[in-house]
Nanobody, 124 residues
Framework: QVQLVESGGGLVQAGGSLRLSCAAS????????MAWFRQAPGKEREFIAA????????HYTDSVKGRFTISRDNAKNTVYLQMNSLKSEDTADYYC?????????????????WGQGTRVTVSS
């Protein structure tokens, strides 16, 4: 099993920045890809970004390219999401996820492990 704990959410003004963290524990050697998803009120959970654990391949959804950056620190078993130029439409609960089957994927169902989420609120 893999356990994931997110942190770093909060309230920020439009145009501001936040950095989310996701600490992994348990069977971390099994992790191939870690990702961030978000879910706004009344909407489906959507993919944001993913990174492979061993060779730093990344994948982003178009709406965050150029504003968000995913990175990892293997020594700390932690993945980060640096969010810049935040907009009100970025307001959501942000979730960390991990998969262990060797896929750099944006499909929610491919991820077996999930954190509890951290809330980001962007005020306009």
């Amino acid at each position: 099993q893999v356990q994931l704990v997110e942190s770093g959410g909060g309230l920020v003004q439009a145009g501001g920045s936040l950095r989310l963290s996701c600490a992994a524990s348990g069977r971390t050697l099994a992790i191939y890809t870690m990702a961030w998803f978000r879910q706004a009120p009344g909407k489906e959970r959507e993919f944001i970004a993913a990174i492979t654990w061993r060779n730093d391949r990344t994948h982003y959804t178009d709406s965050v390219k150029g504003r968000f950056t995913i990175s990892r620190d293997n020594a700390k078993n932690t993945v980060y999401l640096q969010m810049n130029s935040l907009k009100s439409e970025d307001t959501a609960d942000y979730y960390c996820a991990a998969e262990s089957h060797g896929r750099l994927t944006s499909i929610r169902e491919d991820y077996a492990y999930w954190g509890q989420g951290t809330r980001v609120t962007v005020s306009s």
